[in-house]
């Protein structure tokens, strides 16, 4: 969770996410009314930059949300903490969203969340596996689902059992309001993830300095990528998320550096981001090719449907990474000679093995 992040946390909560309204185009429990259409929708989706209005998804979204805090609280509690929380994020995969190798004692396991076949299956080394349906159904019903899952495979784990960085903070095990699933919706969500993510691979082969892996944060469900400079950084002395101690913070923001990301929110489609913490003198003045600066979300902002329309999306949001960095480096002094890399400056070797 970053300071950016936080108030794209906010932001979300004030457009009727978390505990919000019911979202266009979902019913009252989330089910489609004809399941041949869906499977069709979904067997025939090839959209490489697909459509999904932010408000149209808002109840499944919130649903989704905890779901993944509790997937992502079990990874929390069985790796090791690496900087700036990078153990507990999610992978964008070839089915959905995956954890990294987890341990209980020497019991290693993954979890994925599948949004072809629409489930969340563990996995273990001894070659065994659970899967959970992914369905309209509760919050809480979903977490006695996953635990029992995971005591069945023999693996016990205690977490906090209460979600962070949204309020209320309803324990998962009580939470009978977040119930909706529309499978159409997370399909199209986790297709804009991977589009996104392939264009964020490519953006950090550029870049020779310390730099985040592409993941999802399942606090504020978004997906990010972080460049550092490798200077420290001020202590965070801003409020914490809801539901947060401070060290969330603390973590998150303990160097100095220039991150991006995708977030459903921000403009109608979703929003590509950008920020520097701490913020350089005159970086928000800045100007780009595409995109903005919001001054309430105090960040760039790039719509994905600007992206979504255009004629070559990739370059488009590559500019975009590639001038918020330029104005987050240079304003920072950063050393870019040292940093700054070319990612084909082995092609010819490679064309010749």
């Not at 205690?158 to 324990?171: L, R």
Request: hydrophobic letters at 40%; a negative charge; one cysteine or more.
């Amino acid at each position: 969770m970053t300071a950016a992040g936080q108030r794209r946390t906010a932001a979300r909560r004030t457009a009727g996410g978390e505990n919000g309204t019911l979202g266009r185009g979902e019913g009252a429990t989330g089910v489609l009314a004809d399941s041949g259409s869906l499977c069709h929708h979904l067997a025939m989706e090839t959209s490489t930059w697909p459509q999904l209005t932010v408000d149209s998804w808002t109840a499944t979204r919130d649903t989704l949300h905890m779901w993944l805090q509790i997937v992502g609280k079990i990874q929390l509690e069985s790796t090791p903490l690496i900087n700036h929380w990078w153990n507990v994020t999610f992978e964008v995969s070839a089915r959905g969203l995956r954890t990294r190798t987890m341990w209980q004692g020497d019991a290693a396991f993954d979890a994925e969340f599948d949004f072809v076949n629409h489930e969340l299956v563990f996995r273990t080394v001894r070659g065994d596996s659970r899967s959970i349906a992914l369905e309209p159904r509760t919050v809480a019903d979903f977490y006695s689902a996953t635990f029992g899952a995971l005591q069945s495979l023999g693996i016990h784990v205690d977490i906090s059992a209460t979600p962070n960085e949204v309020a209320p903070a309803i324990a998962f095990a009580e939470d009978t309001t977040h119930h909706h699933y529309d499978p159409v919706a997370v399909h199209a969500f986790w297709r804009q993830l991977v589009a996104s993510a392939q264009v964020f691979q490519e953006w950090r082969a550029g870049f020779a300095g310390k730099n985040s892996p592409v993941a999802l944060f399942w606090g504020s469900l978004d997906l990010s990528s972080v460049r550092f400079s490798g200077r420290g950084a001020p202590p965070y002395t801003g409020t914490p998320p809801p539901a947060c101690g401070p060290q969330v913070m603390a973590e998150a923001e303990s160097r100095e550096n220039a991150a991006a990301g995708f977030w459903a929110g921000g403009s109608d489609e979703g929003s590509f981001y950008a920020y520097a913490y701490p913020s350089p003198d005159g970086y928000s003045a800045g100007k780009l090719s595409a995109g903005h600066f919001d001054e309430t979300l105090g960040e760039f902002i790039l719509p994905y449907a600007q992206v979504r329309q255009s004629s070559d999306p990739r370059s488009m949001v590559l500019t975009f990474l590639d001038e918020t960095y330029a104005l987050a480096a240079d304003l920072g002094k950063w050393d870019r000679s040292l940093l700054d890399i070319d990612p084909d400056r082995l092609a010819d070797a490679r064309q010749r093995r």
